[in-house]
């Protein structure tokens, strides 16, 4: 019996599966679309792709993703404000620069602690984070972990190995977002924003 599909494409359709937010049927569904449109789509994106497979690193001093040893935050002089906002991964960083607020620079740690998972603080960069804080004469560090308990031990890991650095630790606030009802929102949600409610 002849195949259906060519094995070519089908190793197309599997190595597309693998990626987050794609199963076999959207796999399937984009390889027919980028097939249907090759010299629109396909033939641009194999070159995209490749292009970025040969200069894609990660910066060395805060551990985004960047195509030189540096990335355009930590090469950018106007960044150098003295505040160092520590994140899990660099989607996170990405995320805060959509938002456009934050005008110094980070430090991806490239995970957090987990006891489960077996990753402890030799696994992380935070001992890189420790020296950039003392090499950079940084003013503040902000803690943007996520509001799990994974992030939250590493939050206070953290805290703990800067504290004889003498540097000025802060956390992003948590509870009820822009927009939200309260009849909607988690236990824990509402917890947070108790505990994080302030004077008006």
């Known amino acids: 019996m002849a195949e259906r599909t060519p094995s070519e494409i089908e190793a197309l359709i599997a190595q597309m599966a693998r990626l987050p937010g794609l199963g076999p049927r959207s796999a399937r569904r984009l390889v027919l679309h980028l097939v249907r449109r090759r010299a629109q789509t396909m033939a641009p994106l194999a070159q995209a792709l490749a292009r970025v497979a040969d200069s894609a690193r990660e910066c060395r001093v805060c551990g985004?993703?960047?195509?030189?040893?540096?990335?355009?935050?930590?090469?950018?002089?106007?960044?150098?404000?003295?505040?160092?906002?520590?994140?899990?991964?660099?989607?996170?960083?990405?995320?805060?620069?959509?938002?456009?607020?934050?005008?110094?620079?980070?430090?991806?740690?490239?995970?957090?602690?987990?006891?489960?998972?077996?990753?402890?603080?030799?696994?992380?960069?935070?001992?890189?984070?420790?020296?950039?804080?003392?090499?950079?004469?940084?003013?503040?560090?902000?803690?943007?972990?996520?509001?799990?308990?994974?992030?939250?031990?590493?939050?206070?890991?953290i805290a703990e190995m800067l504290e004889p650095t003498g540097v000025r630790i802060s956390a992003l606030a948590q509870g009820v977002p822009l927009g939200g009802e309260l009849d909607y929102l988690d236990d824990g949600t509402i917890l947070a924003a108790l505990r994080a409610r302030k004077a008006l």
């Open 64 to 157: 985004n993703i960047a195509t030189s040893d540096l990335c355009p935050v930590c090469a950018d002089p106007a960044r150098a404000t003295g505040e160092i906002c520590v994140v899990e991964d660099v989607a996170d960083l990405w995320a805060l620069e959509r938002g456009g607020a934050f005008a110094g620079r980070y430090h991806v740690l490239g995970g957090t602690l987990s006891a489960l998972d077996d990753v402890g603080p030799e696994d992380l960069r935070i001992p890189d984070l420790v020296a950039r804080v003392q090499d950079e004469g940084a003013t503040e560090v902000i803690l943007a972990l996520n509001a799990t308990v994974d992030g939250q031990t590493t939050a206070h890991y």
